[in-house]
Nanobody
């Protein structure tokens, strides 16, 4: 059983900063990807930022230069530092983990419960 526990989130004014954290625990196979998605009301869930097993990071164009993802491999924790937040960043943010069993090559995907980020004056 794999569990993703998210922390952070809340309300912030435009231009402000906020951090999100996600810790994965349980029986975790080889991690392929760990990252953050978000879903705003009436919109599809979209990738915000992620990090692969090789350490490569990728970001949505809308957050490049403002958001930074980092990962503690030893503790299976990722953090998302969000700076210069804009109202359009308002959404529920979900932690995502993709793993693979290297003996069977079966892939697994897990989601956190989501945490609300609201950017408003």
């Amino acid at each position: 059983q794999v569990k993703l526990v998210e922390s952070g989130g809340g309300s912030v004014q435009p231009g402000g900063s906020q951090g999100l954290s996600c810790e994965a625990s349980g029986t975790i196979f080889s991690i392929n990807f760990m990252g953050w998605y978000r879903q705003a009301p009436g919109k599809q869930r979209e990738l915000v930022a992620g990090t692969t097993a090789s350490g490569r990071t990728n970001y949505a164009d809308s957050v490049k230069g403002r958001f930074t993802i980092s990962r503690d491999n030893a503790k299976n924790i990722i953090t998302l530092q969000m700076n210069n937040l804009k109202p359009e960043d308002t959404a529920v943010y979900y932690c995502n983990l993709k793993t693979i069993d290297t003996t069977t090559y079966r892939e697994f995907e897990y989601w956190g419960q989501g945490t609300q980020v609201t950017v408003s004056s």
